[in-house]
């Protein structure tokens, strides 16, 4: 065989082994870059703060910065659009919600919720507050309702998100009162005019609310969980305050994009619930009012069969009420 023969075929013999080499080599030295983590909400909401909370633990675990982005806009459809278009190469990955990935059906959206995204694993489930302006007359739900039957459609109900309107639509029902919706793109700029008084009503994860809540700035009226949190044993729960049924939880996880390798999801699972068993990360969350993940869940499978459970058991809701995006 004459040498360049031999030349030939050992670069042919070479390139029919690169993928094979990418692959493995990948995931030994995945990630050899920053990684971008897409919040899809502006900054100061509870998104960005358990964002930023877990990815600083998780940065020397990965070995590389985790960058935190804020895209906001369209309920966060936005910002999951952007992921859902990305590299499936685990350099991209967004921090969801129930808004985000449940709850932005009420949009237009150009991707598929249920196909276009890898599970990384649930971090937390955030028991939903309904919080209202330090100055409104009623100090528990009980009252409340009665202030609102009193005053039909004067209550300015707080829309920042899906979640907040299905809420606020599921308590006209259960109590048969009437709210204004005041349309918001986020609980940051919510939550300012809450405190200033210009909203009276806002349902909101417990990490935004809470620092307000122990501040005296505005009033927490009730949990809408069906027991009350760990997190936050004081605050009492809707079936307490007599709205029966009236529940609403929050979460965050972590989704990648379709076709991800498994190998770099393992690895960012791996990272995400070593960070979460972290006594720091668990007080930091206590503290915020969210309420850690069950082991099982923080898994790819776990946080699969939520977000199915999730899908299945509020997407008929919204479609019956005819919910849209604005």
């Known amino acids: ?47 960005d703060v358990a964002a930023r909370i877990i990815a600083e633990k998780m940065k020397p675990l990965l070995g590389q910065p985790l960058i935190i982005e804020n895209v906001g806009g369209a309920g966060g459809s936005i910002a999951v659009g952007r992921v859902a278009r990305a590299a499936p190469d685990g350099y991209t990955i967004d921090i969801g919600q129930w808004d985000t990935h449940v709850g932005s ?28 302006r330090k100055t409104l007359p009623a100090n528990d739900l009980r009252e409340l309702i009665a202030w609102m039957k009193a005053r039909p459609g004067e209550a300015r109900f707080v829309n920042q998100l899906a979640a907040a309107q ?33 909203v009276d009503l806002m349902v909101v994860q417990s990490a935004a609310a809470l620092p307000q809540v122990r501040g005296a700035t505005i009033k927490a009226i009730a949990n809408l969980s069906p027991l009350r949190s760990p997190s936050i044993p004081d605050i009492p729960t809707s079936d307490e305050g007599g709205v029966p ?12 994009p379709r076709a991800t390798p498994k190998d770099v999801i393992a690895k960012l ?24 993940a069950a082991r099982e869940q923080q898994t790819p499978d776990g946080l699969a ?22």
């Open 269 to 292: 699972n791996g990272a995400m619930m070593q960070a979460l068993a972290d006594p720091a990360v668990k007080a930091r969350f206590t503290e915020l009012g969210l309420d850690v």
């Open 105 to 132: 059906i009420v949009f237009n959206l150009n991707y598929d919720l249920q196909k276009d995204f890898e599970p990384i694993g649930l971090i937390s489930v955030n028991p939903q507050l309904l919080v209202a």
């Open 305 to 326: 069969a939520f977000h199915k459970a999730e899908i299945e058991k509020w997407w008929p809701i919204i479609k019956a009420a005819n919910i849209k995006g604005e």
């Open 1 to 47: 065989m004459t040498l360049p023969r031999r030349r030939f075929l050992h670069v042919a013999a070479g390139v029919v082994a690169l993928p094979a080499l990418i692959r493995s080599g990948g995931a030994q030295t995945y990630p050899s870059r920053q990684i971008t983590l897409v919040v899809p909400f502006p900054p100061g909401g509870s998104t």
């Open 245 to 256: 049924g009236w529940h609403m939880a929050g979460w965050f996880g972590f989704f990648a």
């Open 166 to 198: 299905v809420s606020g639509i599921l308590l006209q029902q259960l109590t048969d009162t009437k709210v204004t919706f005041i349309p918001y793109r986020g609980a940051g700029p919510a939550m300012t005019d809450l405190v200033s008084g210009q």
